[in-house]
Structures are given as C-alpha cells and as structure tokens.
C-alpha cells in the first residue's frame, strides 16, 4: 500500500467504530511558526512584566530553526540534548553554543539521562520550540551577564515554563489567535470532506480537546463550518465533542462529564449516559462503557507524545495515531539525501574489509613482532582518507535538516527518543490528519516486519 501513513502496528480501521480527534495541531492546523513566535513573546512579556527580568528581553529575535520537537533541557547545567532511543546524548548544547566533544565527556561521559529526574525537562511539543529557543537564548545572556542579573539556570528554566503555562491557561495566547485567525489557523477543507466521507461510512467521529467550549467553538466555526456539504454544522457533524478533557487525566481519573449548551456555552451537571452532544471534563471509562465500545474499537489521533498517546496506551486499549506535521519536511529532505546516503553506502563498505584486515594485522603484530608495518600503516591512511570522506558526506547530509540538531527521527544512525516514543505508542502516524483520511475506511494497515540485527546477515 502506497501510502502516507506509517505503520508501527496492525490497524484494521474496518474494525474502528469511533474515531476521535485532537483539535489543536491535530483537526485544526496551525501556522506553527507564526504561533511559536506569538508563544515566544507572551513568554518574554510574563518574564518581564511578572518575573522582574529585564526589559532588554524584548529586544531578543526568535529563531524558530535553532529547535525542534524531542529535545530535553538540562535544568542544572543549562544545557539542551538530543538523546536516542535508548536515552544516550547524541548532541548537546550549552544556551546555543555546541558543546565541543572533550566538555561534552567531561559533564556527561556515557550518561543515560533519567527522564523522571526533575533535573532534565522534556520539549516534546510545538508548544516547547518556543521555550527551548528562549532557554537558549536566556543561558547565553546570563553566562554573559557580569552584574549577576539573571537567576540559576534551573530558576529559569522553571520560570519560562511557568510564563509558557500561564500565557496557555490565562487565555492572552488564544486571545492573540481569536483577533487573527487568519494569521494562525490554516484552513482546511479537504479534512472536513474527508470527515464527512467517512461518517457516511458508518464511522462514528468525536473530538476530545483540552481547549475550552468557546475557544472550540470560534475554531469550529472558522475551520469546519465554511466547508460542510452534508452537515449544518460541526455539531452535526461530530458524535460528541468533549472540551476541556484535561487530558491525559482523561484517560486515568473518574472526572465527571458536564453538559454544555450548544448555544450559550452554560454548563450543567449529567447523570445520564453520554449521548450525541458538547460535554467538558470526563473520563474515557464512562466514555467506552456508555457507547457500549472494546477500547480497539476506537482509534484516537492527537499530536502530543505524552497527552494523546503515552498515557492513553498505558491507560487504555485504545488504538492510536500520531500526527507530526514535521514528518513531511523530513521525508522531502530523505529523498533529496538518497544520493548522499548511498556515497556513504559505498564508502562504507570499502572501509569494512580494510578494517577487519587492520584487525587482524594488529592481533598477530602482538604474536608476531615481525609483521609486516608497512601494509598496517598503509591500511590505517587510506582508512582515515575514507573518513574524512564521509564525515564530509555526512556534514552534506546533515545540512538538509535542522543545521543543529540534524533530522527529527534519527540520532545519527539511531533512532532519536521521540521516534523510539512515536515506534512505542503510536498504531500509526503520519504528518498530517488528511493522509489518514485520503485512505478508505476499511483500510487495513500491516506492519512491516521489522528484521532483527542477526537477520541482517
């Protein structure tokens, strides 16, 4: 099957009965760029105008390339790192300066980082590019700061989080989008004629959002209702919306539904069994246990590692899918890499046989001290020649992706901890929600069977 979507797990979506939506990033799209910058200056007006740093914050520049998703902060060191799957550093930066290979073994030497350590904060999220970028930002001003302006690199680690998590929670972030929603939304209709497509088809289609009903309701409005052909609106159109889900609590705590008024956004207390409708809060157990559904008859899509997929595979039998909206970038640079990656190939396996004869030469030199030197020290230059060709076809290779952090889902050779994250918990994923819909309902999706290490022989 030719497709978008990537396989992690089989999925029979004859089998799915209700499909559920994230709404931000995931139903709804975002200019993503244009909203990290939005975060990045709310962040900076909090730090300033509650937190008593100084005003020269304003003066910074966003860069929106310095970072990208899966990167964990060193709180205590003021540090940045790209781990891979098995939670090994594979790049590191202090602030926005590369630590160069001798600090970097000095502070780390073979560290696996503990991500349940408070002493390292995860950037799994569009949200945290903003963050990450500031925290680089920040721990360059105060390594240059002489008059000891700024606080430890953990305060303001802690700080710019808070500033983050207080722009999202007192509302001046969706305020901003509210006056320019063209700005910040992308409208999408293909999406929402794919979404009709496949209730015709007898799938049932809800969105669980943490945002709250006005909020929903204003890109409801916007994004859907312009493009409907068979539905009055996106009430019709969805079986439930449920706002304000606190997720991932949704998926492990007995919250309680309310009911909401389509009209006037007034909340009421319920008691009954879920029915067609706007809720807020709730649980997923009362959700499966009132729809009378097995928890693989529902497959749930979202954006967010932690809040739409980890928990809710832990928590749940629910299936799952990933939307990484940086995937697509990542493929189109794979292809243009394809040349590159097969130089590399090459060159590799040139080098292999000449370094199981260095091996070999170097063993029996300690049994033989008259071996031959001659073909050793011939072996050990065009070995470092080869190198230093690939190292140059790497930088190359490199240099189509993020100029610090290199791709999204790979650590070098290795997979990257968000791809190990996304390979763990994710049935599937793709880089948009309108791959998956582009498909037919009864599509069924087989993983590929993944050849072990000594079945690569």
């Known amino acids: ?30 200019n ?34 310095f970072a990208i998703r899966g990167l964990v902060i060193d709180r205590q060191k003021g540090n940045l790192l790209k781990l891979n799957r098995y ?5 590191s930066y202090h602030g926005q300066k590369p630590i160069d290979f001798k600090t970097h073994q000095k ?34 001003l105060k390594d240059n700061d002489k008059a000891n302006t700024y606080p430890e690199y953990s305060q303001m680690a802690d700080d710019v989080l808070a500033s983050l998590d207080e722009a999202h929670r007192d509302g001046s972030l969706k305020d901003e989008v509210k006056k320019n929603l063209d700005k910040y939304i992308i409208k999408d ?65 007995k919250q309680n539904f309310l009911k909401v008024d389509e009209k006037t956004g007034t909340m009421t207390n319920m008691d009954e069994p879920l029915k067609h409708g706007i809720y807020q809060g709730g649980n997923a157990f009362k959700f499966t246990e009132d729809f009378n559904l097995d928890g693989d008859e529902i497959l749930y899509i979202g954006d967010h590692i932690y809040g739409d997929i980890l928990r809710l595979k832990k ?66 230059n065009v070995i470092s020649g080869i190198d230093a060709q690939i190292s140059q076809l790497i930088k190359r290779q490199q240099s189509l992706y993020n100029p610090q952090w290199g791709q999204l889902m790979r650590a070098g050779n290795e997979e990257s901890y968000l791809a190990y994250q996304v390979e763990r918990y994710a049935c599937v994923y793709m880089s948009k929600l309108s791959d998956l819909l582009a498909l037919s309902p009864r599509t069924y999706f087989r993983a590929p069977r993944r050849p072990l290490s000594h079945e690569r022989i």
């Open 87 to 91: 939670t090994a550093i594979r790049a």
């Open 107 to 140: 502070l780390y030497r073979s560290t696996y980082i503990d991500l349940s350590n408070p002493a390292y904060m995860t950037v799994d999220t569009f949200f945290s590019i903003s963050l990450a970028v500031l925290f680089g930002q920040l721990v360059d």
């Open 189 to 253: 209709p293909t999406t929402v004629a794919r979404l009709e497509t496949f209730k015709k088809h007898g799938k049932k289609i809800f969105v669980l959002t943490n945002s709250d009903f006005n909020y929903t309701k204003l890109l409801m409005d916007y994004a859907i209702n312009p493009f409907l052909k068979e539905h009055k609106s996106w009430v019709d159109l969805f079986e439930i919306v449920v706002t304000f889900a606190h997720k991932p609590r949704f998926f492990y705590e």
């Open 315 to 380: 928590d749940c039998n629910w299936r799952t899918a990933m939307v990484l909206e940086e995937l697509q970038f990542e493929l189109e640079n794979n292809m243009k890499a394809e040349p590159t990656v097969e130089e590399i190939e090459k060159l590799m396996a040139k080098k292999e046989p000449m370094e199981d004869r260095l091996t070999l030469l170097m063993t029996e030199r300690t049994e033989n001290p008259n071996i031959d030197e001659k073909e050793i020290e011939e072996l050990q």
């Open 1 to 30: 099957m030719n497709s978008k979507v990537f396989v992690n797990r089989t999925l029979n979506l004859k089998k799915i009965k209700f499909i559920g939506l994230d709404m931000d990033h995931t139903l709804v799209r975002y």
């Open 32 to 65: 993503i760029e244009n909203f990290e910058r939005l975060s990045y200056t709310k962040i900076i007006e909090k730090l300033v105008g509650k937190r008593n740093y100084p005003q020269t914050l304003k003066n910074l520049v966003f860069d929106y390339n």
